[in-house]
Nanobody, 126 residues
């Protein structure tokens, strides 16, 4: 059974950093691409970052480009999202998700991933 569990969320001040973790089970990170998405209160879900299962190529959402880094550790079956220079508008619930189809940045931007975790909340406030 495919399962994704996020952790690492919390409350931080603007300008600080946070690293989110996604622990996957039931499949190998070499099989499926993993993406991070977020949803702010009252807003639509948006794409944050994704990493290819084949060659670890990455894509980033426009709102976090330059401030976020996605990485993975296949030995631990974990995917990380490092977020720097956090802003209040980064507040939201962050989800990791797996895409069962071949890695496709378009599917990432359209948020067409199939399996989702429950999310971890990030609050950026002074």
């Amino acid at each position: 059974q495919l399962q994704l569990v996020e952790s690492g969320g919390g409350s931080v001040q603007p300008g600080e950093s946070l690293r989110l973790s996604c622990t996957v089970s039931g499949f190998s990170l070499r099989a499926y691409a993993i993406g991070w998405f977020r949803q702010a209160p009252g807003k639509k879900r948006e794409s944050v970052a994704c990493i290819s299962n084949r060659d670890e190529s990455t894509e980033y959402g426009d709102s976090v480009n330059g401030r976020a880094t996605i990485s993975r550790d296949t030995s631990k079956n974990m995917v990380y999202l490092q977020m720097n220079s956090l802003k209040p508008e980064d507040t939201g619930v962050y989800y990791c998700a797996a895409d069962l189809l071949p890695f496709d940045p378009v599917r990432f931007r359209r948020i067409e991933y199939e399996y989702w975790g429950q999310g971890t909340r990030v609050t950026v406030s002074s």
